[in-house]
């Protein structure tokens, strides 16, 4: 195994800015690492059940070092994030004596990263946490940026706070264990980043597609990891509450968020449904004259790549009033976000129904 020097990556935002880590072998030193937060307080890491089985030793190598730290094991899929379980980690948070100068470190993908930084929003009106992202979704994505956050009956994310962590430790050596399918959809998040933003990690998509899914170049998985992680770190400190620029990360996600609607008890992951929404905001794109036939011929190459379950059969009208009722579409105008070139992600107001429903043949 090479040894590959850490990436640090700043978040500015005033009083609230803070480092994104990125580098292999991260939770290995971790005692090290944390140690300028380490007053001999207590700590609470939160996991699941799944992932504390396989890397209970970094927590031992925490607790060999000093620190007063104990395990909060919440479910293991989306139902953890959930009030009641919010409520019961308050609650042993409590009995484990935890005070407003305790930090609490969150292991896992997203549900454990949204559902951490949520509890450490409102315990004692806010406790510092610290994100250990184990999913490549949490890594390029849902780690960093500050959006916190538990499910209603009634919709995903409905009660949540916007509130930043203290620093964001991301070491790619925990995809080692994740099942493949999580890895590609997660994929789907960085190709984005391709798209809106940075033609070299698209062009990398385009050479190294096979590689980036065996996790088999640590530097270049790294390295587009990274990449992912200064787009999202640049556009959070720009637009933290989501005003404009931060739109732009909501690529192939509107049309893909009806799918991931329709499709809730077939199962499409969140990345499966997105890819199919990029594949339809880039026929958009492509319609709109945004993007020549090359491009977007390129588009359609690379999107094509990725392995993804079959979408089952979807009624335009359904997903027009998905989209209708998309909780970004404020005042009643759809802030559509297409490419003006790849590279380029646009805010474009003027995609109709019509678009909508004819870019589903991307996707037949
Ligand atoms: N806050 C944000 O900005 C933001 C952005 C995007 C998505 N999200 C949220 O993220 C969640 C999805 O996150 P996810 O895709 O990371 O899924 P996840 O957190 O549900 O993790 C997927 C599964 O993999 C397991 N797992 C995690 N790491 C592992 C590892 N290294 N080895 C083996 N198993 C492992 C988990 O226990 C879980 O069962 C959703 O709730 C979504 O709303 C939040
Ligand atoms: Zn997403």
Known sequence: MTELHSQVIPLELAEHSYDITVGYGLKDSLAQTLKPWNQGQKWVVLTQQAIFDIYRPVIDALQSAGYDISP??????????NIKHAEQVWAQMVELGCDRSSILLAMGGGVVGDLGGFVAATYMRGIPFIQLPTTLLAMVDSSIGGKTAVNLSAGKNLVGAIYQPKAVLVDPSFLETLPKRNVISSLAEAVKYGFIRDTSIFDTFVTRYADLVALNDQALLADVIAKSCNIKAQIVSNDQFENGERKLLNFGHTIGHAFE???????????????????????????KGLLDDAEFNAAMDVLNKFELPQLGAVEPSQVLEIVGHDKKNINGTLSFILVDGIGNGVINTEVTPEDIVESLSAVA
């Open 72 to 81: 909060i094991i919440v479910p293991g899929d989306e139902s953890a994030k």
């Open 261 to 287: 609607t329709i499709q809730e008890y077939g199962g499409l992951y969140h990345g499966e449904a997105v890819l199919y929404g990029m594949k339809c905001a880039s026929y958009i794109s492509h319609k």
